[in-house]
């Protein structure tokens, strides 16, 4: 969906409404009420990144929920949204187990190289080291990612779940012996371990069950938690897309940051702020600071 950004502002009011009854009776985008709204009404609507830093800055128990999105600006291809991987390639014929298991040599050749390449360049963003500084800031605790790229990590959060596994690490099919994916030989493909099995990534795919530990243990943080922040995450892969529900059924806040609406935004979402984690985490981070500098 294009977002179309049309600054009413300065406009008459009866002309913004004859102009946004067209734009919209021509169905172009329901976003251009959204900013409407927002432009109109300056004084009287509260800017979102202001109020999600009133609720951040004085909560205890802040959990994040990321996905694929919040690593985009760190050279990461999405699979769903604008620019994603499953616009070019079927995720049943390259990332579901039994296609691994079928040919691991076509699913090393068109997933798992490209992954390695493109994560071994990759060095986390705002959007990470935002919620570095959030845990830092004694508010945020646990880091749920749905990613594989140990982004978090490096950014300097110390809890973190990794739901789908990591792709630091591979593992043998036959002997489970895991070896860190930097020291694996890729001469051979697919590469093998020194048992001569075959090496696959340690992470989820799908068709396989999540870490019981790692879903155990995000299920207790999505139900003790006072805020929920969901970033970058389409919200279409069970049981991670849960974890908000849960969080919301057990009275949390839910603060959502993604460019494009997902399905909870409409259904669950308290607070939706559009736009990329790497623009929306410093602005953020920022006006919490501000709150915690000013008793
Ligand atoms: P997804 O690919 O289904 O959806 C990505 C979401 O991110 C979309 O909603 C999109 O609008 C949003 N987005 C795009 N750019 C963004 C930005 N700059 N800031 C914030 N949000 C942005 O991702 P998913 O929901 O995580 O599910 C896909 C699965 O694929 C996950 O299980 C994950 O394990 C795996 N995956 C991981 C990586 C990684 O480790 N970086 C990359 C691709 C896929
Ligand atoms: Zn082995």
Not at 163 to 168: E, L, Q, T, V
Not at 216 to 234: F, K, L, P, W, Y
Not at 239 to 260: R, T, V
Request: charged fraction near 20%.
């Amino acid at each position: 969906m294009a977002y179309k950004s049309i600054n009413f502002r300065n406009l008459p009011f009866g002309f913004c409404h004859f102009l946004l009854t067209i734009l919209n009776s021509r169905r172009i985008e329901k976003c251009v009420t959204i900013t409407y709204f927002f432009n109109k009404a300056p004084h009287t609507m509260p800017d979102p990144i202001e109020r999600a830093a009133d609720i951040i800055a004085s909560a205890k128990r802040a959990v994040a929920l990321t996905g694929a999105g919040i690593s985009v600006a760190s050279g990461i291809p999405p699979f769903r949204g604008k620019g994603g991987l499953w616009e070019k390639i079927d995720p049943m014929k390259v990332a579901h187990i039994d296609a691994f298991l079928d040919d691991p040599e076509t699913v090393w050749n068109v997933l798992i190289k490209e992954m390695k390449t493109v994560l071994d360049k990759a060095r986390p963003n705002p959007g990470h080291t935002g919620l570095a500084d959030l845990e830092r800031l004694g508010i945020l605790g646990t880091v749920i990612t749905q990613n594989v790229d140990g982004l978090h990590q490096k950014a300097g959060n110390s809890d973190v779940i990794e739901f789908h596994g990591s792709f630091a690490w591979q593992r043998c099919l036959d002997c489970n012996r895991r070896i860190e994916t930097s020291r694996v030989d890729l001469a051979q493909i697919p590469p093998h371990c020194r048992c001569g099995g075959i090496l696959r990534p340690d992470c989820v795919f799908f068709g396989e069950m999540i870490p019981p530990e790692a879903l155990d243990r995000s299920q207790h943080m999505s139900a003790t938690c006072e805020v929920m922040m969901v970033i970058g995450t389409s919200a279409m892969v069970q049981p991670a897309a849960g974890m908000p529900f849960i969080a919301k059924d057990n009275g949390a806040f839910i603060i959502e940051i993604n460019p494009e609406p997902t399905p909870l935004t409409s259904r669950i979402s308290n607070l939706p702020l559009l736009g990329g984690a790497e623009s929306i985490m410093p602005r953020l981070l920022q006006a919490v600071r501000q709150r915690l500098a000013s008793p």
